[in-house]
């Protein structure tokens, strides 16, 4: 399962920032196809907090349209826990990705190459 989440920052400069969860319809659409054994996930993206958003093309297969999808717009954090879509991912400059690691959520730091911000 993967989603996006994107946002912006307060206009005052604070760290605050909303992040509004977003979900794919081929993404959707594969979960459902995955049969019980993702209900749980399922159910938690059908959450009316949950902004869908429509796919344009034909087929499910959810990978390549968020490869797509962010490629066109470096505005999202890409939640997955998928090995291979995190691979393909981090060879879009900008774009952070979030994941499970030990039961607590992570996000990559983007490489200073791309824009993050030198410490």
């Known amino acids: 399962m993967a989603g996006l989440c994107g946002g912006g920052n307060e206009p005052s400069g604070s760290l605050k920032a909303i992040c509004i969860p977003y979900i794919t319809d081929c993404v959707i659409g594969e979960l459902e196809k995955l049969g019980q054994k993702y209900r749980v996930a399922l159910k938690i993206i059908k959450d009316p907090r949950f902004e869908r958003i429509t796919c344009l093309h034909k087929g499910t297969y ?51 190459a791309y824009g993050a911000p030198k410490t």
């Open 62 to 112: 959810a990978d390549d349209c968020l490869v797509q999808r962010i490629t066109q717009h470096k505005c999202y954090i890409v939640a997955t826990c998928d090995r291979d879509l995190k691979r393909r991912i981090r060879k879009i400059p900008g774009v952070p990705i979030m994941y499970i690691s030990q039961h607590r959520y992570t996000i990559e730091r983007m490489p200073d």
